[in-house]
C-alpha cells in the first residue's frame, strides 16, 4: 500500500483538463462552443475508470444553437440561475480507487440528486419556482424528479456555495434548494435524454462509445449536469453582461470492471473459466490437480475501447473546438512503462507523467489498445481527504440510531468540513442524543463539532435538516452518533412495497477550505451510502377488517337491544310447544327406538 | 317421551304479532294442530302499545338523525349551474352571429354614384346565400372620411372608382398592404356595361373566402343550420372564385386551434455537424417581425431558435435514388415521396417540445447530409410542406453561389430569406388567415373575424360539453368556481354577440377580445381539477363500506316495521268486519 501524499499527483492531470474548459469560458466572442474529452485511467483491481466530460456554451437568450434548447427553456421559465443534477448508481470504493474522480464534485449520492439556486423575491416564490423545475426535469430526464416535494427539499446553509459568477445583488435574490431521491434508479431513460442534450448526440466523438448496456454495468456510474453562468474576467466592468456565457457541463463518470466486460463479451452467459485459464495459487495444500484457489490481481487484463464500450470513436465530433487551443479528445493516465497502441485516426501528445492524450481526426474511428501487462503495473493512488461510512444501530420498530464513522487519513493536516443529513420526517432525530468524537482523544481534546445547524422535521410537511461543521485532526476518526424515533405513517403513505423499508438520502460531505476573507468553500465531496430504514408496517387490509368488525359490534348490539325490546318472551311451558329442537330431538329419539327393536328382532 | 320434554326449560319466543293473531283464531289452531300445541297467553294492550311506540320511535331517530347524518356526511357539492342557457349556446340558439361589413365607396368622378350603389348592394343582397356575413355599402363623403372614429363604425375595406385608360375594360387592383380596392371602369360608363354587376362581383371575390370559411365554422356548430356548407356549392356558379367544400374542409382543418399566444420555434436541423451557425436571429427580425407585429392585435407570438446537429431522419423514410434527365448521375437528386412526409418529422429523436403553456408552431428547416443532397419533394417546387395544426418544414440543399467552406459553416440571413418568407406563408395558413386577397390588412381584418366566430363556437361547445358531463355523472362535485366561470362565459358569449352584430370585431372590448375570455373561461370551468379527481368511486366501494354496518341494522328494523304494520292492517280489517272489536 502506499502511502498518499497531499499533493496529488493525479493534479496535473485535472489542471489540464480543467484547463480546456477554462480556456472556453474565456473564449472569444463567439456565441456558441463546445469542448469534449475522455479520461481512461487504469485503477487497482482491473478496473478502468472512464470519465467523459461535455463542455457546452450558450447565450441566455432565445437563440440556441449548441446549448440544448430544452433545457434553457426550463431554466428560463424556472428562473435558475444555477443547476446541478446528479445521476448516481453504486458505490465508489475509496479504499480501493482512491480520491474521487473530479474531486468527488460531480457525482451526486445514490439515486438522483439535484440543488439549484433560484432567482425569487420569497421563500413561497421560491418552492412554486422550485416545484416547477422539478416537474419540467421530470420529464424531460424521463426520471421521477417531480416527487422531490417540500418533504424531500431542505435549503442548505453551509454545504453548498454557488459555482457560476452571479453579482451581489442577485445572489441577495437567490434560493439554494437542494432535493432527493435515494431510491431511484438511474437506467437508459435517462441517459437517451442526456445524450440528446449533446451536440453530437452520441454519433460522432467520445458520446459514441455511451451505451447503456455497457455504462449501468459499471461498478460504480455517475451522470452528471452542472449549469452555470460564466463571465469572462471578475468585476463589475462596462459590457460585463455581454461577455457572460451559460455554461453546461455535462459529465458521465464510470468504473468498469475490465474482466467483467470481456467476459461478457466472449459470452452473454457467465461461465467459469477452464482450469487452465486460472491463475492459482500455488502455496494452498490442495493446489494441484483440478483443484484452485484463484488469485486476485496477478496482471493487468490486456483491454481496448472497442471490447469494454462495444465499438470503437466514430471520429471526433466538429463541434467540438475551441479557438486557440489544441482539443485533446481522449486522454490515458496509464502508468509510462505499459504501452498503448492507438489505431490510425489519433495522433498522440505526451502531456507530462503517466497521461498520453489523443487528438482525433473527423470521420474515422479511433481505439486504443492496452496489452497484457505482468505483473500489474498500479499508478499511484490519491488518498481521498476524508473516508467516510454511514449505518445504522439499534434494533425494534421503535427507536434505531445512526453511526457516521469519519476517518481523516492525513498524516499532518486537520480536515474542516461539513456534515449534512437530510431525514425524512418520518425518522425523528433526537438531537440532545447528538454526539461526535475522537475514538481515541484524550479527554482535553477541543470539541470536534465546530458550528450546527438545525431544522427539525414537521410531520408531512418537510423533513430534519441537520447540518455540522466539524474538524477532525490529523490521521484520526471522529464517529458522529445519534438516536431517533420512527415514526408510524398513515395507511395510505406506505409505498406499495412497503415491507422493502424506506431509503434514506446518503449523507453529504462537504470539505471546506479557508478563503482569504474568512469565508469557507466546498472543495471536496464525499456521499456516504444511502441507508434503508424498515418502519413498522401495517396490515394493509385493515380498513375493511375494522370497518366490518366495528360494523358487527354495533350490529350485535343493536340487534339484541332492538329484539328484546319489541319480542315478546313466553314460558315453554306457557304455549306447550315444543319448538324445533323438540320436534327434531322427538324424531331422532323415535328412529333409535326403531333401530333398537329390529335389532333385537336380529338377535333373537 | 312426553314427560322428557315436559323438563325441557327453553322458551319458545313469540312475537307480538304471531301472538295476536293466535290470539284471534285459538280454536282453529289448537283443533288443527297437534294437541300438544296450545298459545300462549294473551299479550296485554299495554304492551302491545308499547311496542308500537318503541318500533316507531326507532324509525323516527333513524330518519330524523341518521338519515340527514348520512346525507350530509356523504353529499357532493354541486353548485348550481344555468343548465338551461348552456344548452341553448351549445346548441347554437342561444346567439345568432352576424357579421355586417361596411364598405366605403369613394366615386368623386362618377354621376350617379348614388344610384349605383342602390343596384350593388341589391345585387350583392340577392347573391348572398348566408346573410349572416353581408356587405353594407356606404357612400363615402368628406365629411365622415374625416371623423371615422365619432361614428364607431368600422371600414372593412374602400372602393375606389376612378375612370381607366380609354377603351379599356373594367378591372380593378388591389394593393397588398392597404384596405383600399382601386377600381377602374370603362370610361364608356354607362348603365347598360354592368359596372353594377362588376361591382357587385368583385366584392363578392374579395370576401368569398372570408364568408366561406365563417358559415363553414358557424355550420360545424350547429346541427341544424340554414347555411349548410353544400348550399355554396350549388350556387358556386355565380359566385366568383368560390372554392369547393372540400377545399374549405382541407382549409380548416389544419389551422391551429386559437390561443392568445403562440410559440414559434425555428430548428435548423442537419444531418451532420454542418452548417454550425445561422443568422436567424437578424433573419427573423428582418423578414418575419412586421408579420407577427401585424398579428399582434388577434395573437402574440414568442419565438426561440435552435440547431441540432446529427439529425437523423426516422428508420421510415427512405428517399429514393432518381437519376436526372438522360441517366446523368450527376444531375441526380434523391425524392422524398408524399407518403414519406407524414413520417417526416422524427418524434422520438428531435427535441421539438416546449415546456410553455400555449401552443407551440414550428418551423423547420432539413439540411440533407451530402450523400443525400440534392434531396427534393417530388411535385413540390417550393421543397416544402406544412404539417397541419402543427407547423411547416422545409428542405434546405445548400448549394449554389457561396464557395464551400461558406456555404457549408454557416447560413446567412439572405440564405434564410426565401425559408422565411414560405414560413411566413405557413404562418398565415396555420393560423387560419384567407389566402385569396392580395391585401394583408382584409386577410388579417378577416382572420379577425374567423378568430371571433371559432372561438365563440368553441366556447358554446365546451359549455355544451360540460353541460352533458354534469347530467351524465351525477357523482360528480361542481365547486363554486366553475358556476363563476360559466356565468363569466356566458356573459363574455353575450357580449361578443352582440359585437359582432355592430361591427366591432378586434381592439379593445371588441367581438375577438370578449371571445377570448368566454373561451378561457368555459376551459376552466370545464377542466376544474377538483372535478377531475372525484369522478371516481366505484360502487363496489361503497357497497363494501356500508353493507357490514346497514345490513344487520337494517334487516330487523325493517322487518320489526312490517310485522307491525301487518298487524295494524288486521286490526284495522278485523274493526271493519266488526268481528271481536274488544281485543284492542
Known amino acids: 500500500m502506499r502511502l498518499p501524499s497531499p499533493l496529488r499527483p493525479a493534479g496535473s492531470l485535472l489542471c489540464l483538463l480543467s484547463l480546456a474548459a477554462a480556456a472556453l469560458a474565456v473564449g472569444p466572442g463567439k456565441h456558441s462552443s463546445y469542448a469534449e474529452n475522455l479520461l481512461l485511467k487504469t485503477l487497482p483491481g482491473n478496473s478502468v475508470l472512464a470519465s467523459f466530460r461535455f463542455v457546452s456554451n450558450g447565450t441566455f437568450d432565445n437563440h440556441h444553437s449548441i446549448f440544448p434548447r430544452s433545457l434553457a427553456q426550463i431554466l428560463h421559465a424556472s428562473r435558475t440561475k444555477e443547476l446541478h443534477l446528479k445521476f448516481t448508481l453504486g458505490r465508489w470504493d475509496a479504499s480501493q480507487w482512491g480520491s474521487q474522480i473530479w474531486d468527488g464534485r460531480t457525482a451526486g449520492g445514490t439515486g438522483v440528486e439535484l440543488w439549484a439556486w433560484v432567482e425569487a423575491s420569497s421563500d413561497a416564490e421560491a418552492n412554486a419556482r422550485w416545484t416547477t423545475l422539478n416537474n419540467a426535469l421530470s420529464g424531460l430526464f424521463c426520471a421521477s424528479l417531480n416527487f422531490i416535494d417540500s418533504t424531500r427539499t431542505i435549503r442548505p446553509v453551509m454545504s453548498f456555495q454557488p459555482d457560476g459568477h452571479h453579482s451581489d445583488d442577485a445572489l441577495a435574490r437567490l434560493h439554494l434548494l437542494h432535493g432527493t431521491l435515494p431510491r431511484e434508479p438511474v437506467c437508459t431513460e435517462n441517459l437517451t435524454p442526456f445524450l440528446k442534450l449533446l451536440p453530437c448526440k452520441g454519433k460522432a466523438g467520445i458520446s459514441s462509445l455511451l451505451d447503456g448496456h455497457k455504462l449501468f454495468d459499471a461498478q460504480w456510474q455517475s451522470m452528471s449536469i452542472d449549469v452555470t453562468p460564466v463571465c469572462e474576467g471578475e468585476g463589475e466592468g462596462e459590457g460585463e453582461t455581454e461577455r457572460c456565457q451559460l455554461q453546461m457541463v455535462q459529465t458521465v463518470d464510470m468504473v468498469l470492471d475490465v474482466e467483467r466486460s470481456l467476459r461478457k463479451k466472449d459470452s452473454v452467459i457467465p461461465k467459469p473459466p477452464p482450469i487452465e485459464h486460472m491463475a492459482c495459487d500455488p502455496d494452498k495444500f490442495y493446489a494441484g490437480g483440478d483443484s484452485c484457489f484463484p488469485l486476485d490481481h496477478v496482471s493487468d487484463l490486456p483491454w481496448s475501447l472497442s471490447g469494454m464500450f462495444g465499438r470503437p470513436i466514430r471520429g471526433s465530433c466538429p463541434l467540438a473546438r475551441v479557438p486557440g487551443v489544441e482539443p485533446v479528445h481522449v486522454c490515458a493516465s496509464v502508468p509510462d512503462e505499459r504501452p498503448i497502441f492507438a489505431s490510425a485516426g489519433g495522433q498522440e501528445r505526451r502531456q507530462g507523467d503517466n497521461l498520453r492524450c489523443f487528438v482525433l481526426e473527423e470521420n474515422q474511428d479511433f481505439d486504443i489498445i492496452l496489452p497484457l501487462q505482468s505483473p500489474p503495473l498500479p499508478l499511484p493512488l490519491t488518498a481521498p481527504p476524508l473516508h467516510a461510512s454511514r449505518s445504522f444501530t439499534g434494533h425494534g420498530q421503535e427507536h434505531g440510531g445512526v453511526q457516521a464513522v469519519l476517518h481523516n487519513p492525513s498524516l499532518d493536516r486537520a480536515v474542516d468540513f461539513v456534515y449534512l443529513e437530510s431525514l425524512p420526517w418520518f425518522m425523528k432525530p433526537y438531537l440532545h442524543t447528538f454526539s461526535a468524537a475522537l475514538t481515541d482523544a484524550p479527554p482535553t481534546h477541543p470539541k470536534i463539532v465546530q458550528e450546527i445547524y438545525y431544522r427539525p422535521a414537521l410531520d408531512r410537511r418537510r423533513g430534519t435538516q441537520l447540518e455540522v461543521r466539524m474538524r477532525v485532526p490529523p490521521n484520526a476518526t471522529a464517529i458522529v452518533t445519534y438516536d431517533f424515533a420512527k415514526a408510524v405513517l398513515r395507511y395510505t403513505e406506505y409505498p406499495p412495497d412497503a415491507n422493502r423499508g424506506f431509503d434514506i438520502a446518503p449523507a453529504i460531505i462537504s470539505v471546506l477550505s479557508r478563503e482569504n476573507d474568512g469565508s469557507y468553500r466546498t472543495t471536496f465531496s464525499v456521499r456516504t451510502t444511502s441507508l434503508l430504514l424498515s418502519l413498522p408496517t401495517p396490515d394493509f387490509s385493515m380498513p375493511y377488517n375494522v370497518i366490518i368488525l366495528t360494523s358487527t359490534v354495533m350490529a350485535l348490539a343493536f340487534g339484541s337491544i332492538f329484539n328484546l325490546l319489541v319480542r315478546r318472551l313466553v314460558g315453554a311451558h306457557e304455549t306447550g310447544g315444543l319448538g324445533l329442537l323438540g320436534r327434531v330431538r322427538e324424531r331422532v329419539a323415535e328412529v333409535v327406538a326403531r333401530l333398537g327393536r329390529r335389532g333385537k328382532e336380529k338377535v333373537l | ?584
Open chain 2, 1 to 584: 317421551m312426553a314427560s322428557n320434554l315436559g323438563l325441557d326449560v327453553a322458551f319458545s319466543v313469540a312475537n307480538a304479532s304471531s301472538t295476536a293473531a293466535a290470539e284471534q283464531v285459538p280454536l282453529i289452531a289448537v283443533t288443527s294442530t297437534t294437541e300438544k300445541r296450545k298459545s300462549p297467553p294473551p299479550d296485554t294492550p299495554e304492551n302491545i302499545h308499547t311496542r308500537s311506540l318503541v318500533i316507531l320511535s326507532f324509525w323516527i331517530v333513524v330518519i330524523s338523525v341518521g338519515l340527514p347524518l348520512w346525507w350530509i356526511t356523504t353529499a357532493i357539492y354541486r353548485a348550481p349551474l344555468p343548465l338551461k342557457e348552456m344548452q341553448s349556446w351549445a346548441d347554437g340558439r342561444a346567439c345568432r352571429a352576424e357579421f355586417p361589413l361596411l364598405i366605403d365607396v369613394e366615386a368623386p368622378s362618377l354621376p350617379d354614384p348614388e344610384n349605383l350603389l342602390k343596384t350593388v348592394q341589391h345585387a350583392l343582397d340577392d347573391a348572398n346565400d348566408f346573410s349572416a356575413h353581408h356587405l353594407r355599402l356606404r357612400l363615402s363623403t368628406n365629411a365622415s372620411r374625416s371623423s371615422p372614429e365619432e361614428e364607431g363604425e368600422i371600414v372593412a375595406a374602400t372602393l375606389r372608382l376612378t375612370p381607366g385608360p380609354a377603351g379599356s375594360p373594367h378591372s380593378y387592383n388591389l394593393a397588398p398592404s392597404s384596405r383600399v380596392i382601386d377600381l377602374f371602369y370603362s370610361p364608356s360608363y354607362s348603365p347598360s356595361t354592368g359596372l353594377s354587376a362588376f361591382v357587385a362581383g368583385t366584392l363578392r371575390e374579395v370576401f368569398a373566402e372570408e364568408q366561406q370559411m365563417i358559415s363553414y365554422l358557424l355550420a360545424s356548430s350547429t346541427p341544424s343550420p340554414s347555411p349548410a356548407p353544400s348550399c355554396s356549392t350549388s350556387n358556386g356558379n355565380n359566385g366568383v372564385g368560390k372554392v369547393s367544400t372540400a377545399d374549405i374542409t382541407r382549409k380548416m382543418s389544419r389551422i391551429v386551434r386559437y390561443s392568445p399566444t403562440y410559440h414559434l420555434t425555428f430548428s435548423l436541423f442537419t444531418a451532420t455537424g454542418l452548417p454550425s451557425s445561422w443568422d436567424v436571429e437578424h433573419a427573423i427580425s428582418e423578414y418575419l417581425q412586421p408579420l407577427l407585429d401585424a398579428l399582434g392585435g388577434i395573437s402574440t407570438f414568442t419565438v426561440d431558435s435552435q440547431i441540432q446537429f446529427y439529425a437523423s431522419l426516422s428508420s421510415s423514410v427512405v428517399p429514393t435514388w432518381a437519376p436526372g434527365p438522360e441517366g446523368d448521375e450527376g444531375n441526380g437528386q434523391w425524392v422524398l415521396k408524399k407518403e414519406d412526409l407524414s413520417s417526416f418529422i422524427n418524434s422520438a429523436e428531435w427535441p421539438l417540445v416546449s415546456i410553455t403553456s400555449y401552443p407551440t408552431i414550428n418551423f423547420i428547416i432539413y439540411i440533407p447530409s451530402k450523400e443525400q443532397s440534392p434531396l427534393v419533394i417530388s411535385d413540390s417546387a417550393t421543397n416544402a410542406f406544412l404539417l397541419p395544426q402543427w407547423g411547416g418544414v422545409m428542405v434546405l440543399n445548400p448549394n449554389s453561389g457561396h464557395s464551400n467552406e461558406e456555404r457549408t459553416s454557416h447560413l446567412s440571413k439572405e440564405a434564410l430569406k426565401p425559408a422565411l418568407d414560405l414560413f411566413a406563408a405557413q404562418l398565415l395558413a396555420l393560423l387560419g388567415a384567407p389566402t385569396h386577397p392580395s391585401s394583408l390588412p382584409i386577410r388579417l381584418d378577416s382572420l379577425t373575424r374567423q378568430r371571433s366566430a371559432e372561438l365563440l363556437v368553441s366556447a358554446s361547445s365546451t359549455l355544451g360539453s360540460l353541460y352533458r358531463l354534469t347530467l351524465a355523472l351525477p357523482s360528480i362535485s361542481i365547486p363554486s368556481s366553475v358556476s363563476a366561470s360559466v356565468a363569466s362565459t356566458l356573459s363574455s358569449l353575450k357580449n361578443s354577440c352582440r359585437e359582432l352584430k355592430n361591427g366591432r370585431f378586434g381592439g379593445e372590448g371588441g367581438a375577438l377580445e370578449e371571445g377570448k375570455n368566454a373561451a378561457f373561461q368555459a376551459e376552466r370551468a370545464f377542466f376544474e381539477k377538483s372535478m377531475v379527481g372525484q369522478v371516481y368511486f366505484p360502487e363496489e366501494h361503497k357497497v363494501a363500506v356500508y353493507l357490514p354496518l346497514m345490513g344487520p341494522i337494517g334487516v330487523p328494523l325493517i322487518l320489526g316495521a312490517g310485522k307491525e304494520i301487518a298487524r295494524l292492517v288486521r286490526v284495522w280489517k278485523a274493526q271493519r268486519g266488526g268481528t271481536m272489536p274488544g281485543q284492542l
